[in-house]
T-cell receptor, first 113, second 115 residues
Framework: DGGITQSPKYLFRKEGQNVTLSCEQNLNHDAMYWYRQDPGQGLRLIYY???????QKGDIAEGYSVSREKKESFPLTVTSAQKNPTAFYLC????????????FGAGTRLSVL | DQQVKQNSPSLSVQEGRISILNCDYT??????FLWYKKYPAEGPTFLIS?????DKNEDGRFTVFLNKSAKHLSLHIVPSQPGDSAVYFCAASARYGGSQGNLIFGKGTKLSVKP
């Protein structure tokens, strides 16, 4: 089955700890994205990557880091510098630039202990 | 400043009736618009899209209308079913502009369809 897999589904972070959220896709998509959703808010873009070994900051990149070493994988690290990390995190990939549709994973709920 | 606005946080309709969800945008460079449906604790699911060269796109019970002069689009669901109860996000992109086609999302409208 083709799709986007995010893990874990739930994650807890202690104060001062870095945590990494996994996102894997087997759709052969070039572009991948990370969003954050807070209650009553839309999706806000954290980081995106149009191609392997390249990525750009989105609107709320502070306190986060990413890597794109493989086409299939785009992990997101929530660092201790992110003071309000509790949110629902969504990973997406895009099928192309003309038909600009992004497909999403099931999300990871991050909470602070 | 919000470039994509969904001014109704919630909407309640009776099963079998029409649901109309609205979305306004401010950036005239937007040329592709999408609607996503989202259940709690799940990722958004792509529903339907429309290019700025069209004013209507239909897919089964779902129709999206685009009024470029008013910078307004709407999603019509006919007939509404209880399973349509979810949060609906409007998104827009400027595919050929400097934003690299990134999607800008509205804050969503929570639709409740009552049996």
């Amino acid at each position: 089955d083709g799709g986007i897999t995010q893990s874990p589904k739930y994650l807890f972070r202690k104060e001062g700890q870095n945590v990494t959220l996994s996102c894997e896709q087997n759709l052969n998509h070039d572009a991948m994205y990370w969003y954050r959703q807070d209650p009553g808010q839309g999706l806000r873009l954290i980081y995106y990557s149009q191609i392997v070994n390249d990525f750009q900051k989105g609107d709320i990149a502070e306190g986060y880091s990413v890597s794109r070493e493989k086409k299939e994988s785009f992990p997101l690290t929530v660092t201790s510098a992110q003071k309000n990390p509790t949110a629902f995190y969504l990973c997406a990939s895009r099928v192309g630039t003309v038909q600009n549709i992004q497909y999403f994973g099931a999300g990871t709920r991050l909470s602070v202990l | 400043d919000q470039q994509v606005k969904q001014n109704s946080p919630s909407l309640s309709v009776q099963e079998g009736r029409i649901s109309i969800l609205n979305c306004d945008y401010t950036n005239s460079m937007f040329d592709y618009f999408l609607w996503y449906k989202k259940y709690p604790a799940e990722g958004p699911t792509f529903l339907i899209s429309i290019s700025s060269i069209k004013d209507k796109n239909e897919d089964g019970r779902f129709t999206v209308f685009l009024n470029k002069s008013a910078k307004h689009l709407s999603l019509h669901i006919v007939p509404s079913q209880p399973g349509d109860s979810a949060v609906y996000f409007c998104a827009a992109s400027a595919r050929y502009g400097g934003s690299q086609g990134n999607l800008i999302f509205g804050k969503g409208t929570k639709l409740s369809v009552k049996p």
